[in-house]
């Protein structure tokens, strides 16, 4: 396997362990076994867990970005961009990463990328829709709310509670079975 390989199998298995245990729940040892390499080797290749974690988060962030950035301007801009976010929704890991980047914020270079994360959202969404910082307020709420709700599992209990079932179809709407 070449250097560059190692690396993304590196970041690979950080995603997968940072979006189960957070940025604080998590470990550089617990990193290296699942990508099944030794913990001194995810230091000396990341600096260590903060520099790990901020290059996962960073990825994550920028694939998001780069999924609305794709949508055009027009008329269908509001619509293609909520379709860009749901489109995220197939990998969990990815928004529950988002979730605890926003939750370890408070780690200045997290918290750069996390503002930064949000405000390009809302910067695209009045570029694309035309609208104004209102609709793109409730836009991104409403992908917050998203992350959330998947990221408590509430579509995996429906039927538990109707109120939860109603939070959940007014979120999702028509893309409520695919999440």
């Known amino acids: ?10 970041l690979q298995a950080a995603l997968i362990v940072f979006a189960d245990g957070g940025y604080a729940g998590t470990t550089t040892d617990q990193v290296a076994h699942e990508a099944g390499v030794t ?4 230091v000396r290749l990341f600096g260590g867990k903060q520099r790990l974690f901020a290059e996962v988060y960073s990825r994550a962030s920028r694939r998001v970005v780069a ?10 801009a509001k619509k293609e961009m909520g379709e860009a976010y749901i489109g995220l929704l197939a990998d969990r890991n990815l928004l529950r990463l988002l979730m605890h980047g926003f939750a370890a914020g408070s780690e200045p270079e997290i918290g750069k990328l996390a503002r930064w994360t ?5 910067r695209l969404y009045i570029e694309r829709t035309g609208e104004g910082p209102d609709e793109a307020r409730v836009f991104v709420a409403h992908g917050m ?11 995996e209990h429906l039927s538990e509670d109707p109120a939860m079932d109603a939070l959940a179809e007014c979120t999702f709407g028509s893309g409520l079975a695919a999440a």
Do not use: C, H, K, W
Not at 1 to 10: F, K, N, P
Not at 118 to 122: I, R, Y
Not at 145 to 155: D, P, S
């Open 1 to 10: 396997m070449t250097a560059d390989e190692r690396r993304e199998q590196i």
């Open 39 to 42: 913990q001194p080797y995810v």
């Open 67 to 76: 999924a609305l950035a794709a949508v055009g301007p027009g008329p269908d």
């Open 118 to 122: 949000l405000s390009e959202a809302f």
């Open 145 to 155: 709310l998203i992350n959330v709700l998947l990221a408590v599992n509430a579509t």
